[in-house]
């Protein structure tokens, strides 16, 4: 007869397998044994796996012990806690072929690829070559499609389409559009001249013109063939179908298909269309409208985003790549700092996140700012939600107070305390939240398009790290690497990741936006600053801040220094057979009736995504064409037929 372990054995073996320790104490944090925000949601989806317990977000937190967490789950198992927990359940779609909506993130990079956004691209998109050695070049072409083709059979999501309402499908796995076809350049007799150009070519083309999962696929391949036995892998994926996260499952299971031919990856239970069909029911839900109020009766309390000195206006500009400053925090270093924060009691994100918000603090002039943060926001409703590809990603708001004379350790715990807080009401997108913080400040500009980005930890939370080798590919070398993203709506964005034990910090940025010298100088205090921390003693001096909490008044260009956008059209019923025909199609598109030829189309319940649907009706059915960002700037009845009018 065999026994079933207790809830604290099973507990201490989740803990033990997440942190790659023997033995785990009952009454260590979390955070002090190695663990960080990204780990501690699968932790949360195995608990719910092996113990059938679903945590509520607020459970999801790094400062707490083992012994904590299975009182917890006591009180859970028996209906004695009072916290929620995650309303919904993810279960297999009827019919996998079906659409599905797009989730927030996913409707602004949509709409941002139909020009919707000031700082707008045709295609929203990541590109990343790396560098691979000792490279098998008769068998690494015809390994590297095969690996492509079982992948994509694999992981649906690489097989899905936009469609033109806003909504996305998966292709069949045998449709013969499904699998992206790898493109070889065979450089290998070529000069090093040539090759360096060639490669260079293939860089810019791949960089400014990204895969579109609206006309076809949503990645994009080439194998450039090189001397000596190296090679280059050049890849473009569009953020409407992966993230950062996903990014990573990518990768590594694309190498280890191209390392075994015969490899097999373990089966996924649910898909990406599953679970966004799962969670699209959040907003009838209690849990998410208690998230939506809490948010909402915090808004009118937000501080403007950081006043970063601009030269150009974002309106009139029309980047076609993002400028990017990269640079490492090798090994030692970047280990002295993980050990400072562990000591200190927050995660190297945090810690990471208050670094950039004193450097942007410092050139802004004051203390007080909004920033978005760009969050892996994978629920945990299923153990193999983080084995799934997916634009799972989401943006959230984090005010920021930087409290003047304060340590850089109590800077740092004071803005965990922050993300702990905002992650804990995350059923509501922090895209849903800008709308309508957009709408109060009268304002359907980016209200926070500076923006802090971390996937610090991925790899101990993923269980294992991108293999070195893949077989007829060779040594993949992911330190030798060229990127470039495209991402609407972002003046600024820092990002920070992990290749082997060091740390990667990048800069992308609207170059036409900014003084050079001024994100050159930048991006040298942050990185010193980083560097700083490894150093004991460096957290516990006071922090030098300007004194002015908000932003001083001034005349010249700053961010998200905005004039209110609202519109003084005399208001009545539509007058014009022209204003008629928009009305009636508002009326069906928004289920009202008797609209006011004056009447904001957001505050009409109207979002972007609906507003690019209404657009298109106008334009296919009554012959009606507006570009979008000319909508945003006069969301009326009136102010689109003024602009949809000949004599315009």
């Known amino acids: 007869m065999t026994t079933e372990p207790d809830t604290s054995t099973v507990l201490a073996e989740i803990w033990s397998e997440l942190l790659g320790l023997d033995e785990v104490p009952p009454d260590s944090s979390f955070l002090n044994l190695g663990g960080d925000s990204v780990l501690a949601v699968r932790m949360s989806a195995l608990v719910r796996r092996k113990l059938g317990v679903a945590l509520a977000l607020a459970d999801v937190r790094v400062e707490i012990t083992l012994a904590e967490l299975a009182d917890l789950v006591a009180r859970r198992s028996a209906g004695g806690s009072t916290d929620r927990a995650l309303p919904v359940e993810v279960a297999r779609r009827p019919d996998p072929n079906a659409p599905f909506p797009l989730l927030p993130l996913q409707q602004g990079y949509f709409v941002g690829q139909q020009d919707g956004w000031e700082l707008s691209y045709g295609s929203a998109h990541h590109y990343v070559d790396i560098g691979l050695t000792d490279v098998d070049p008769d068998e690494a072409p015809e390994a590297l499609q095969d690996a492509l083709r079982r992948l994509v059979q694999h992981q649906p999501t690489l097989r899905a389409r936009v469609l033109h309402d806003g909504q996305q499908r998966i292709l069949p796995a045998d449709d013969p559009e499904a699998v992206p076809t790898v493109e070889v350049v065979d450089l290998r007799e070529a000069s090093a001249t040539e090759a360096n150009a060639t490669v260079a ?4 083309q791949m960089s400014t013109n990204g895969p579109d999962p609206a006309h076809g696929p949503g990645v994009a391949m080439r194998l450039t063939l090189l001397p000596g036995d190296r090679a280059r892998l050049h890849n473009a994926v569009s953020l409407l179908i992966i993230d950062g996260w996903s990014s990573n499952v990518f990768y590594r299971d694309l190498f280890a298909l191209v390392a075994d031919w015969n490899a097999v990856l373990p089966p996924l239970e649910v898909d990406y269309g599953d679970y966004v069909t799962s969670v699209s029911g959040l907003p009838d839900t209690d849990a998410w409208e208690a998230d939506r109020d809490w948010w909402f009766e915090r808004l009118d309390e937000f501080p403007l985003p950081p006043a970063l000195p601009l030269v150009a206006d974002p309106r009139e500009v029309r980047p076609e790549l993002m400028g990017t400053r990269q640079t490492t925090v090798d090994a030692d270093t970047w280990a002295a700092f993980r050990q400072q924060c562990t000591a200190h009691g927050v995660t190297p994100s945090a810690a990471m996140f208050t670094a950039y918000a004193i450097v942007l603090a410092r050139q802004a002039g004051h203390r007080r700012m909004l920033l978005n943060s760009l969050q892996l926001n994978r629920l945990p409703l299923h153990p193999d939600v983080h084995r799934i590809v997916g634009a799972f990603a989401s943006t959230m708001l984090i005010p920021v107070e930087l409290a003047e004379g304060a340590s850089f350790a109590e800077l740092a715990a004071d803005n965990q305390r922050r993300f702990g807080e905002s992650a804990a009401h995350n059923l509501i997108s922090g895209v849903e939240v800008s709308r309508e913080l957009g709408r109060r400040r009268g304002t359907h500009r980016p209200v926070a398009p500076i923006v802090f980005q971390s996937t610090l930890g991925m790899d101990a939370a993923m269980g294992e790290r991108v293999p070195e080798n893949a077989g007829p590919l060779g040594r993949i070398d992911m330190a030798d690497h060229h990127q470039q993203l495209r991402t609407p709506q972002v003046a600024l964005e820092v990002r920070m990741f992990e290749l082997g034990d060091e740390m990667y910090l990048v800069f992308s940025l609207v170059d036409e936006l900014f003084d050079t010298a001024t994100v050159d100088g930048m991006f040298r205090e942050l990185t010193g600053i980083a560097r700083m921390l490894a150093e004991p003693g460096s957290w516990n001096a006071p922090v030098a801040l300007p004194s002015a909490a908000d932003a001083p008044e001034s005349d010249e260009p700053r961010v998200g220094r905005y004039a209110r956008q609202d519109r003084t059209e005399e208001s009545g019923a539509p007058r014009t057979e022209l204003e008629c025909t928009i ?5 069906e598109m928004l289920a009202i009736s008797g609209v006011d030829r004056a009447a904001d189309f957001f505050a009409l319940g109207g979002d972007s995504l609906l507003a690019v ?4 009706k106008l334009a ?22 003024a602009l949809a009018s000949p004599e315009r």
């Open 613 to 616: 649907r209404v657009l298109g």
């Open 583 to 587: 009305a009636e199609v508002w009326e």
């Open 620 to 641: 296919r059915e009554k012959g009606i064409a507006v570009a979008v960002r000319d909508f945003l700037e006069a969301p009326t009845i009136s102010g689109l037929a």
């Open 201 to 204: 070519a293939i860089r810019s």
